[in-house]
């Protein structure tokens, strides 16, 4: 069975990073597509970022372009989400989930089948 554990959440001020990690276990994530989401207080789940395994095009939501980074380890089997720049507005539970989305669908939930339980991400201002 294979699962999704994200990592590396935490509590910081504003202007300061994090960087996420997502592992599997069960498999590897060729094939894949593996996406960053996040939830905060209230809202619903919105696309972050999103990575594919083979050949490594990335996709941003536009609220984050320019200042988190998603990027993979084929030797860890890990996909990194590093987050710079924090804002109080990136306060949020993230996800990691893995799917076969093409295009544009990358940023819809929907084209993900598998997910991870969250890690807290805090942003003081």
């Known amino acids: 069975q294979v699962q999704l554990v994200e990592s590396g959440g935490g509590l910081v001020q504003a202007g300061d990073s994090l960087r996420l990690s997502c592992a599997a276990s069960g498999r590897t994530f060729a094939s894949y597509v593996l996406g960053w989401f996040r939830q905060a207080p209230g809202k619903e789940r919105e696309f972050v970022a999103a990575?594919?395994?083979?050949?490594?095009?990335?996709h941003y939501a536009d609220s984050v372009k320019g200042r988190f980074t998603i990027s993979r380890d084929n030797v860890k089997n890990t996909v990194d989400l590093q987050m710079n720049s924090l804002k109080p507005e990136d306060t949020a539970v993230y996800y990691c989930?893995?799917?076969?989305?093409?295009?544009?669908?990358?940023?819809?939930?929907?084209?993900?089948?598998?997910w991870g339980l969250g890690t807290q991400v805090t942003v003081s201002s």
């Open positions: 989930a893995a799917g076969s989305p093409t295009g544009w669908r990358v940023r819809r939930e929907s084209e993900y089948d598998l």
């Open positions: 990575i594919a395994w083979i050949g490594g095009n990335t």
